[in-house]
């Protein structure tokens, strides 16, 4: 078993640090019976040779993340506790469990605009990172899923649509100025919560652009008015983002935005459109937030710009780039809708080429 079979195994494993010592272990000792005593009299009796050999076995058995580095696992939660819509819901006890399971195994949870500020300025993440995010502002969150938080002393950020605040079931300004001064981070979370996608009848780009815009201007002056401070982090209404979006987001100053499209930030990332985990209803369940916990990003190039809206061809035709060196292409499974079906060809250099086919 070689040391890059070593590493590939314990990345996919989510193990990284024990397993690789196990391994690195089992693998040394395999190497040692290999060797006749005569041999071994003649390593110990060289210093060198000696030398040489307790640096190898070191280098095998460091508890260190090799192949994925600087990683944020982000999870997003709406309502908590709330039978009436179990699709966003989560019972406190399976929310309880989520925050066990990053204690138990060792995760750092910091707030999103921590872990924003420290990928722009090239600092990095602690090698288990996770993040707790909560949209919408319902007031679940404060009765039920903060005070489990303040029991496990994790941080929140909680992203907030300002035309819904103090009304039914969701928290008011004073609720939320209470949550800031206990340090839970405040995003932006758009004033109306509308799909901001989608244009009105008969309205033009410009006319578009304008009433969006207006939203973004209307929720950050209500956010100063009443917590005295306007977010810097933006979370899309729904998940849903495009070109033309992002653009105007990062005009109205936010420095970073999200989703809700599942996988894990990392670096190299458009910085305004950074994945989440959504948690609710069949998701909220230990095993699938347990897989998600230990999800790894995988880098992919793309030959060109890849807008999220489908505007001409329909299906697309999409072609992207993966680095073999960090996984087994015989491990690759590709899967379309529609009868699509998925072309592996070789790329430049150590790349694999992946098209789906209309």
Known sequence: ??????????????????????????????????????????????????????????????????VFVN???????????????????????????????????HFTVLALGEVVDRMRAGESLPQRCAVISVDDGYL??????????????????????????????FMNWQDLLILQEECVEIGNHSASHAYLLDRFPAENESEWRSRVAEDLVRSQALFQRHLGTSPRLFAYPYGEFATELTGLIREAGFVAAF?????????????????????????????????????????VKFDHHQDTVINHE???????YLNSKIFDERTLKCFAQGGAGCLLEEGMGESLAITTLR
């Open 259 to 299: 989703g809700q499209q599942s996988g894990v930030i990392a670096d190299g990332q458009d910085i305004h459109t950074l994945p989440r985990f959504p948690v609710g209803g069949s998701y909220s369940a230990l095993r699938e937030f347990r897989s998600r916990l230990f999800m790894k990003s995988l880098p």
């Open 71 to 105: 990683e944020a696992n982000v999870f997003v939660y709406h309502r908590f506790n709330d039978s009436r819509y179990p699709s966003t819901n989560i019972t406190t006890e399976s929310f309880k469990d989520h925050l066990e399971t990053l204690k138990v195994e």
């Open 314 to 320: 329909n299906p697309p035709t999409l072609k992207f």
């Open 140 to 169: 679940s969150f404060l009765t039920d899923g903060w005070p489990l938080l303040k029991q496990y002393g994790y941080p929140a950020t909680l992203f907030v649509s300002t035309d819904t605040v103090g009304g039914s079931d």
């Open 1 to 66: 078993m070689s040391k890059p079979l070593i590493d590939r195994l314990c990345c996919r494993s989510g193990w990284s640090g024990q397993l690789r010592r196990v391994l690195a272990t089992a693998f040394v000792v395999i190497c040692v019976q290999k060797l006749n005593s005569r041999v071994v009299t003649r390593i110990s009796r060289n210093p060198f040779l000696t030398c040489l050999s307790f640096v190898l076995v070191a280098l095998l058995l460091m508890p260190v993340e090799v």
